[in-house]
């Protein structure tokens, strides 16, 4: 639950209440694709298969979970099914088909392969603090966050969601971090980092399993090179990669906090999960709150 974090913002008078998510998200369930769809989107239950709630509440924190289902129809299967089709033609009336033609039997090869092909199914977990206005989604990537915030605007109406930003330009902050001036006492380095030389295509330079202090990453440093990813540990209790997008990237808790995790035990997997859902928001929200004070998150 929640490796990748990307963080968006909410205005306080555009936020759902607790009710209101859930009662929204109930006319937006996922839906098994048609016999002629590539795929479908909408929300599950974060409870996992043969639950029907699709809103998990922890005081002011709500957990859902958005899905979709697309269907598996690799581009090579199309293509040789689309090719033996157009031999046959060409056996029986003496020449190729051309352009519409062809076109059209493509169309029509599609709709022959489509109801016998697999499905695979997705899920994107994401969290909405109703008090502090953030919204995080568990993946990296923009794609599939956009697809999850337009699921939401379409099932509330409205959801003015942004990405977060900072009013101090994160990658000068996180190239101050690397070189030791600013890196706040409750910050620790990690071990891997992305260097981006500033000008338009110039050179990057990715370390991992690497000591960042090591005179060889501040040689890069002292060549103009700025820090675009940077590994961290929080308050001895979390490890990420913060990037000048502010996404957080491969999360993981400390041994103090993987301990208290493994402590949870519930008499069931609801249990268990409302107990795990409330560690994970304590946790991050006092992340959060640093992160916002430090970068100045609008």
């Known amino acids: 639950m929640f490796r990748n974090l990307t963080l968006f913002r909410i205005p306080a008078d555009a936020l759902p209440t607790h009710e209101e998510l859930a009662a929204a998200l109930d006319g937006a369930r996922l839906r098994p694709p048609g ?10 239950s974060p409870y996992g298969r043969n639950h029907d709630v699709l809103a998990h509440g ?14 598996l129809l690799p581009a ?30 493509k169309e029509e090869v599609l709709t022959e392969l489509m ?27 923009r794609k599939v966050c956009e697809a999850v915030v337009g699921g939401l605007r379409e099932a509330l ?44 295509d110039g050179a990057i330079v990715r370390c991992r399993r690497q000591d960042l202090e090591a005179d060889e990453v501040r040689e890069h440093i002292n060549a103009g090179k700025q820090v675009s990813q940077l ?14 997008d502010l996404c957080l990237r491969k999360l ?30 304590g946790e991050l929200s006092r992340l959060y709150a640093r992160l916002a004070e430090l970068f100045d998150l609008t």
């Not at 922890?58 to 269907?71: A, D, M, N, Q």
């Not at 199309?78 to 076109?103: C, M, W």
């Open 35 to 44: 016999p002629l769809e590539l795929s479908t989107q909408g929300f599950v």
């Open 58 to 71: 922890v005081g002011p924190h709500t957990l859902i979970t958005f899905g979709s289902e697309s269907r």
């Open 76 to 105: 090579q299967v199309v293509n040789d099914a689309l090719a033996e089709r157009l031999d046959r033609i060409e056996a029986e009336r003496g020449r190729r088909p051309g352009g519409k033609e062809r076109a059209r039997i």
């Open 115 to 141: 109801p016998r092909a697999f499905i695979k199914p997705s899920r994107t977990d994401a969290w909405l603090d109703h008090r502090a206005g953030w919204l995080t989604i568990d993946s990296a990537s």
């Open 157 to 200: 109406g409205t959801f003015p969601a942004t990405p977060v930003s900072a009013q101090t330009s994160a990658r000068l902050l996180l190239t101050g971090w690397l070189t030791g001036d600013t890196l706040p006492e409750d910050f620790t380095l990690g071990d891997e980092c992305e260097l981006r030389d500033p000008a338009d």
């Open 231 to 244: 590994a961290v540990s929080y308050d001895g209790r979390m490890q990420f990669v913060i990037g000048e």
């Open 252 to 281: 993981r808790f400390g041994d103090v906090v993987n301990e208290q995790l493994g402590d949870v035990a519930g008499e069931n997997d609801i249990a268990e999960l409302d107990a795990r859902f409330a560690l994970l928001t």
